[in-house]
């Protein structure tokens, strides 16, 4: 399976931006996506998931602003982000969960992308 995260770029706070993630390879529909986030000098950290079923789940800091979503049709995962605050700016981490496990947490995810920079200015 291949990731590849798109819809990076500067803006400014308040703004919304939209992150998608294509994926490549086995089928799509069976993975648990999720979005992770690492920003400078930080560890990289949990944004939000959604099952194969459709349920999402979302860290605190971001529930009620971000939305994930996914097209199975398109083999692509979404992240809505609106709202933006300067504590967003990280790169973005899209990965895919195929064995199962707590979608929280890194290692239960068996591929990862690339990432994509989000910058918000102040």
């Known amino acids: 399976v291949q990731l590849q995260a798109s819809g990076g770029g500067l803006v400014q706070a308040g703004e919304s931006q939209r992150l998608s993630c294509a994926a490549s390879g086995r089928t799509f529909s069976r993975y648990a996506m999720g979005w992770f986030r690492q920003a400078p000098g930080k560890e990289r950290e949990f944004v939000a998931a959604?099952?194969?079923?459709?349920?999402?789940y979302y860290t605190d800091s971001v529930r009620g602003r971000f939305t994930i979503s996914r097209d199975n049709a398109k083999n692509t995962v979404y992240l809505q982000m609106s709202s933006l605050k300067p504590e967003d700016t990280a790169v973005y981490h899209c990965?895919?969960?195929?064995?199962?496990?707590?979608?929280?947490?890194?290692?239960?995810?068996?591929?990862w992308g690339q990432g994509t920079q989000v910058t918000v200015s102040s």
């Open positions: 990965a895919a969960n195929f064995r199962g496990g707590d979608i929280y947490i890194e290692d239960s995810y068996d591929y």
């Open positions: 959604i099952n194969r079923s459709g349920d999402r």
